[in-house]
């Protein structure tokens, strides 16, 4: 089984992701981290232990990291899509957790679960990029325990948080650069442009709804969360952001990449937070380049969409 180490700010689409690694049988969920972002610190972390005790699994240990980006202060949060509380409103009906916070912080709960690894283990961030971006500067040695990083973040085309940014780059562009550009561990980048092309309608959601207790409960987490993708893809559905790129975190090649150079912008003024993916030919790129090499990701351009949907189903 993959094993799994996932750091997120619940998020409805969050919540999907972390049930997909929760309750899957390839994977091995070593732990949860929190990070500030759809909705403060405070709110992610009780939503990402609240959602483990949902998929009954007491066994994975959670614990807190940052509740601010590592340089610039933004008042950055995504209550208008997720709900006040992160989850259309309806966290507190979740079952309360058995077991306690974790007394470390994210970056050592990580570290600790890396060296203890006796085998590679996969990062999927689904949050700003805040205590991944800590790991890598504190601990850089447990780099070489991670197998791979996948990321949602980033857009290719348009942003959703700004006409150039994607939400969990533009929370934190200076620590999404220097995780995609560090070199430390190999990233894949999963970006928004894929993202909405796997966006799942009323008929999935209804199938999600009648599964069983956990999928009804997954169900009534997403009305406010589904009005604002209702208005943002002009039909009624919604967009699981975050349990796309943990399919491919749990599954690799469920998704294809390319490897380009990434990196991200990280200057102040209308182009804050874009991830630059050259995806210009090699010949091309080899007569302008610039660019670090070292700088290579595997940027997420496509899959099988019914595929990934009954996957995210099952
Ligand atoms: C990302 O931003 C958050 O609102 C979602 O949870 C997802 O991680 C999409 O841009
Ligand atoms: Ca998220």
Redesign the pocket.
Known sequence: AQKLIIDT?P?V??AFAIALAALGSDVELLGVTSVY??VPLSATTINARRLLALCKRPDVPVAAGAARPLVHRHPNE?GQ??GADGLSGRSAALPEPSRPLDERDAVTLMADLLEASDEPVTIAP??PLTNIAALLAAHPATAEKIERIVI??GALGHG?STAAA???VWSDPEAAHRVLTGGEAPCVLVP?DL?YRCAVDAAWLGKLDSSGPIGAALHALTPDYREHYRGALGWDGMVI??AVAVAEAILPGTLRTERVPVQVECSFGPGRGATHADRRLPALRASTDDSDPAAEVEVAVDTDLDALRGLLLD
Request: no cysteine.
């Open positions: 700010d998020g689409d969050d972002g759809n995504a899509v997720h689904i949050g949602m973040g959703n994607e939400f969990n928004m993202t952001h975050d």
